[in-house]
């Protein structure tokens, strides 16, 4: 079932579209992410859905009803949101528990009700032994946990959070992250995240939506975002990537130095292609003599180490090519070590070239 649905929403600052003709439908209890960079209009998208703004086009329905449309919009108090922020704000003169229970309190819920609602939430987010302590007597991530409670303990119908964990450290961010996902699953609350942070969108979303410049590059579940990105911008921004340009040439792709068989099931016109090559399907092979070995499925090209970073659990290398073009990225192992200058074969396998842009294909299909 539809619970939110927006179409072709957009927000215009004068002549600047901070939103732009976005349109997405969240089912019954699905996690979606709006991920992207600073300044791509994540919030602007959030507060239309909370109520804050009125769009300059297009509506948001809520179980059906329009709440928001550029003829009006139902307030925030009306709508049956809770919205968490970067700065979470708890009060410091009150207890956990009263904390947690402060909205439903205004909203004259019967006490014993109230207290039932309180427990249930503190028990799930693990906060009842802290119930009768102060904000001040609590960790960063405790005080999170808090302002987490708080906004599920009123039962809304979407919860709507901005980057809730980008002012906490690290290790701390994983952790709370897991503790969302947690409490997403035992409630099943239909939940709308902004975070600019992609492993954080991977980590915990149903599906994400990848946006950039006010408009959704791609919309698809994490998996399908990383094994088949359709955009340069999605590839780029979900995990790293060699993304390479080259040309279809019939049953065939050409890039700069190599060339090999297009992907299955794909068909475009001759014309320019972009595809994606993850460095980590790459293999390196050291190279002594002038033979190429034999790696079934594979294309085998003798190239040289640029330059390395050890990351610890992996190697980071940067390849140039012998046969030129521009470079490619790789990840190895930490025990397989080529010295910098060292010369290699560079095996790609054939399946690990995805095509993300099928120029002339797209233009087809318009
Ligand atoms: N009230 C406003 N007036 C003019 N421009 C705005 C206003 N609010 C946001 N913007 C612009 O809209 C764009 C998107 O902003 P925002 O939604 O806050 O981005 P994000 O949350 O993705 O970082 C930015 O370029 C921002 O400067
Ligand atoms: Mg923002």
Redesign the pocket.
């Known amino acids: 079932m539809t619970v939110l649905d927006l179409k072709g929403l957009t927000?215009s600052?004068?002549s600047?579209k901070?939103?732009d003709n976005i349109s997405l439908r969240l089912e019954d209890g699905e996690f979606l992410s709006?991920l992207?960079?600073?300044?791509?209009?994540?919030?602007?998208?959030?507060?239309m859905i909370a109520g804050f703004?009125t769009p300059t086009e297009g509506t948001i329905h809520l179980d059906g009803e329009e709440i928001s449309s550029p003829r009006g919009v139902v307030p925030p108090e009306r709508r049956h949101m809770s919205m968490i922020f970067q700065s979470y704000a708890i009060w410091p003169n009150m207890t956990v528990a009263q904390n947690v229970g402060f909205g439903l309190r205004m909203k004259r819920l019967p006490k014993d009700r109230i207290a039932r609602q309180v427990d249930e939430t503190l028990r799930v987010v693990q906060l009842g032994h802290l119930a009768e302590r102060y904000p001040a007597e609590l960790s960063g991530g405790q005080q999170q946990r808090v302002a987490l409670a708080r906004a599920v303990a009123l039962q809304p119908k979407v919860m709507l959070l901005?980057?809730p964990l980008s002012n906490l450290d690290a290790n701390l961010r994983e952790e709370m992250r897991g503790e969302i996902k947690r409490m997403h699953d035992e409630f099943g609350i239909t939940t709308v995240y902004?975070t600019?942070d992609q492993s954080e969108a991977m980590a915990i979303s149903d599906r994400i939506a990848v946006?950039s410049a006010?408009r959704i590059e791609q919309l698809d579940t994490p998996y399908r975002l990383y094994s088949r990105p359709t955009t340069r911008f999605a590839a780029e921004f979900i995990g790293r990537t060699n993304l390479v340009d080259g040309r279809r040439n019939g049953a065939r792709l050409e890039f700069d130095g190599f060339s090999a068989p297009a992907p299955a099931g794909t068909g475009g016109a001759d014309g320019p292609v972009l595809v994606s090559i993850r460095p980590q399907t790459l293999r390196l092979v050291p190279r002594t003599d002038d033979i190429a070995p034999d790696i079934p499925g594979a294309r085998v090209l003798p190239g040289s180490v640029a330059d390395r970073t050890f990351l610890g659990e992996r190697w980071d290398y940067g390849l140039s090519l012998a046969t030129g073009g521009a470079g490619l990225r790789a990840a190895g192992p930490p025990e397989e070590n080529f010295e910098t200058g060292s010369a290699v074969w560079i095996a790609i396998p054939e399946r690990a070239i995805v095509l993300v842009e099928d120029a002339p294909l797209m233009e087809a299909a318009e």
Do not use: M, N, Q, W
């Open positions: 927000k600052y004068g600047f901070a939103v709006l992207g960079p600073s300044g791509c209009g994540k919030t602007t998208t959030l507060r703004i901005d980057e902004v600019h946006i006010g």
